[in-house]
């Protein structure tokens, strides 16, 4: 059974063929990016509305299938920028009318943390979830996905963008941070754990005033970097230490950044845990993980009604549940 997953939830749009082995058969996307500034969730529709007929092209081209070979549409339906949600909702039911087949709604934030199962040999572990809206430490239990604690306002990526446009980076902004902060020193900045909580908006308003007196790039890339990632590899150890479990998964964008992962990688071996991070094509936003979330899905639930399935923009990882689980 082969799935066409759609998504659509933020600056990139994808799709992706995958069939219910959790075989991928391609995982072609397009990402809204700027020189300087950040996201218009308008630009950023009217972008997915101009590539979304290329991207479909592509990614039976890559797959080596045609749409008559498809049985299932899964599409990002939570949450995310409701402007570029409704595009990938309607080419989702347009493709299932015309192709007569199921259609299933998958939510954006379940489908990374399924991924990175897919990707790894992790079997129980803490997540550690950090995109550009989304900062959280999850854990599976009782049919849900459990946050232990998250990001109170901005998520770490989000941060990392709005630092980055005041220094005129353009969107986005992580990968140049990263390789501004090689070149810099320390320079201290607030550091503010809450419980299980974190909370970067403050730290960001700070480097920011730190840039406009003077401070450097560099210094300030890689000060921003190691409180941000030292706040959440504090709550993931604190979370390794509340369930007892063996096992770190890191998955979203900021996932790709070599120096978070380096610092859980360490904070797991002074643990006797296992650090593992979902393969580079997956740990940001792909097609790939909303198709094998919609697999998942659909074997476990059926399909979503074509009338009644609709966008969430804000639905929560914690309010899932999780049907295909059996442990």
Known sequence: ?????????????????????????????????????????????????????????????????????????????????????????????????????????????????????????????????????????????????????????????????KFGRALGLGFPAGPQIEKLAKKGNYLELPYVVKGMDVEFSGIVTHVIDKFKKGASQEDLSYSLQETGFAMLTEVTERALAHTNKKEVLLIGGVGANKRLCSMMDMMCKERGAVFYSCPLQYVGDNAAMIAWNGLLKFKAEGIDEIKILDIDDSQRTDTVHLTWKSI
């Open 1 to 161: 059974m082969k799935c066409l997953g759609i998504e659509c939830t933020a600056h990139t749009f994808g799709m992706s063929v995958v069939d219910d082995q959790g075989k991928i058969f391609s995982n072609v996307r397009d990402t809204f990016m700027t020189e300087k500034g950040g996201m218009n969730p308008s630009e950023v529709a009217e972008h997915h509305r101009n590539v979304k007929d290329t991207i479909l092209e592509k990614s039976l081209k890559e797959a080596q299938t045609s749409l008559s070979e498809i049985h299932l549409i899964a599409v990002s339906s939570a949450p995310g920028l409701a402007p570029c949600l409704l595009v990938g909702m309607h080419c989702a039911k347009d493709l299932a009318r015309s192709l007569g087949i199921p259609l299933v709604g998958v939510n954006h934030c379940v489908a990374h943390l399924e991924i990175g199962l897919l990707m790894s040999q992790a079997k129980d572990p803490i997540f550690v979830f950090s995109s550009g809206a989304n900062t959280q430490v999850i854990a599976y239990e009782g049919g849900k996905y459990r946050i232990f604690g998250e990001a109170l306002s901005v998520g770490l990526g989000n941060a990392l963008d």
